[in-house]
Antibody
Framework: QVQLQQWGAGLLKPSETLSLTCAVY????????WSWIRQSPGKGLEWIGE???????NYNPSLKSRLTISVDTSKNQFSLKLSSVTAADTAVYYC??????????????????WGQGTLVTVSS | DIQMTQSPSSLSASVGDRVTITCQAS??????LNWYQQKPGKAPKLLIY???NLETGVPSRFSGSGSGTDFTFTISTLQPEDIATYYC?????????FGGGTKVEIK
């Protein structure tokens, strides 16, 4: 059974760096894209970015200048760092496994396992 | 970015009712669309992938259809445990984007 367990600081001051880590238990770490997704209070879902086991990343352009996603394959973990946070970055942050399947004419990409979520509050 | 517009934003229905949610993409996304269910305080759960494929273990009262820009999600017979917010999500292009959500309540 695949489980994603995430942790990190829940209260930050403006201009600090948000740092979260997600550990993957069960299943393979390779062959998937590992994503961070956030949800602002009372609002919808925003994809932040992703990384694969080889370290290849894709970022949301809206956050790219402040964003670093990294991977530690020896521990089956991946991490999120978001610099210079403001109150607008207050949200529940989720890690998730992205299942990708692509052959000619067939393409699937969905999030099948999620972490429990971490509420990050930015306040002075 | 591809914009995903869901409607309605909320609805109230009786147990046993048929519930339909629509999701419109700002450009053609083929069938590259998923549906998730989110209950309060929980992470989203995958229900439908590739627009119409039911995830393993998900009850058959949930279904999805559509292609191109217009998609539909249906609960054939609403159950009390279906109270949640439902989101569509496109994967045709990065950045991946979600619809604004539809909150389903019991009347």
């Amino acid at each position: 059974q695949v489980q994603l367990q995430q942790w990190g600081a829940g209260l930050l001051k403006p201009s600090e760096t948000l740092s979260l880590t997600c550990a993957v238990y069960g299943g393979s770490f390779s062959g998937y894209y590992w994503s961070w997704i956030r949800q602002s209070p009372g609002k919808g879902l925003e994809w932040i970015g992703e990384i694969n086991h080889g370290g290849s990343t894709n970022y949301n352009p809206s956050l790219k200048s402040r964003l670093t996603i990294s991977v530690d394959t020896s521990k089956n973990q991946f991490s999120l760092k978001l610099s210079s946070v403001t109150a607008a970055d207050t949200a529940v942050y989720y890690c998730a496994r992205g299942y990708i399947y692509y052959v000619p004419a067939v393409y699937s990409y969905y999030f099948d396992y999620w972490g429990q979520g971490t509420l990050v509050t930015v306040s002075s | 970015d591809i914009q995903m517009t869901q409607s309605p934003s909320s609805l109230s229905a009786s147990v046993g009712d048929r519930v339909t949610i629509t999701c419109q993409a700002s450009q053609d996304i083929n069938i590259y669309l998923n549906w998730y269910q989110q209950k309060p305080g929980k992470a989203p759960k995958l229900l439908i992938y590739d627009a119409s494929n039911l995830e393993t273990g998900v009850p058959s009262r949930f279904s999805g259809s559509g292609s191109g820009t217009d998609f539909t999600f249906t609960i054939s017979t609403l159950q009390p445990e279906d109270i949640a917010t439902y989101y569509c999500q496109q994967y045709d292009n990065l950045p991946l984007t979600f619809g604004g959500g539809t909150k389903v309540e019991i009347k």
